[in-house]
């Protein structure tokens, strides 16, 4: 299985930015991925990592180094509707396809 | 589109009882899967389905847990007996063919007492 670690809580303000680290080991990889999560609502995608690098999609942003067993959620210019829990995901080649590995979530809390 | 359906929403029931629970897929996803999440253990994959095929069910906690996809609009989850610990949120989510992202359902928070 895999070992997900990720940051349990993190406060930052209004329009700020914060960077949300998820560090994994595995002997393999097969792809990344983070999701957010609204208090009792579902998770919904936010992004998919397979390569080295950063994908940017508006104000979020995902960087992943496979070498390093770390990738990192970028949320820009931050609104109180960001206050979610965020979800680390892995994907392991020694894995069925579909199956993903959750982290146990970070708690963005953002004030005025 | 509807998105991912699942019933009931809630539901309370004694330790011992039959539980069953509902998902409809969104149409043309041909992925299904099962998810469970509680503060001590977070978001787990039970088992998912492929073309209503079960792929990978090494989730699944134990005998008093069954899922059946008859057919690519309906997939349900069973516990027989229920026990307190069965207590959580199940996620039905649904994916397309070669697809990475996954549509979750709203859930199905589940109290056994």
């Known amino acids: 299985g895999q070992n997900i670690d990720q940051p349990t809580e993190m406060t930052a303000t209004e329009g700020a930015i914060v960077q949300i680290n998820c560090t994994y080991q595995?002997?393999?990889?097969?792809?990344l991925f983070w999701y957010q999560q609204h208090a009792g609502e579902a998770p919904t995608f936010l992004s998919y990592n397979v390569l080295d690098g950063l994908e940017e999609k508006g104000r979020f942003s995902s960087f992943l180094s496979r070498s390093k067993g770390y990738s990192y959620l970028l949320l820009k210019e931050l609104q109180m509707k960001d206050s979610a829990s965020y979800l680390c995901?892995?994907?392991?080649?020694?894995?069925?396809?579909?199956?993903?590995?959750f982290g146990a979530g970070t708690q963005v809390v953002v004030t005025p | 589109d509807a998105g991912v359906i699942q019933s009931p929403r809630h539901e309370v029931t004694e330790m011992g009882q039959e539980v069953t629970l509902r998902c409809k897929p969104i149409?043309?996803?041909?992925?299904l899967f099962w998810y469970r999440q509680t503060m001590m253990r977070g978001l787990e994959l039970l088992i998912y389905f492929n073309n209503n095929v079960p792929i990978d069910d090494s989730g699944m906690p134990e005998d008093r847990f069954s899922a059946k996809m008859p057919n690519a609009s309906f997939s349900t989850l069973k516990i027989q007996p229920s026990e307190p610990r069965d207590s959580a949120v199940y996620f039905c989510?649904?994916?397309?063919?070669?697809?990475?992202?996954?549509?979750f359902g709203p859930g199905t928070r589940l109290t056994v007492t």
């Open positions: 995901a892995v994907r392991a080649p020694t894995d069925s396809w579909g199956k993903l590995q």
């Open positions: 595995t002997s393999g990889f097969n792809g």
């Open positions: 149409s043309g996803h041909d992925y």
């Open positions: 989510a649904s994916s397309f063919p070669g697809h990475y992202e996954q549509y």
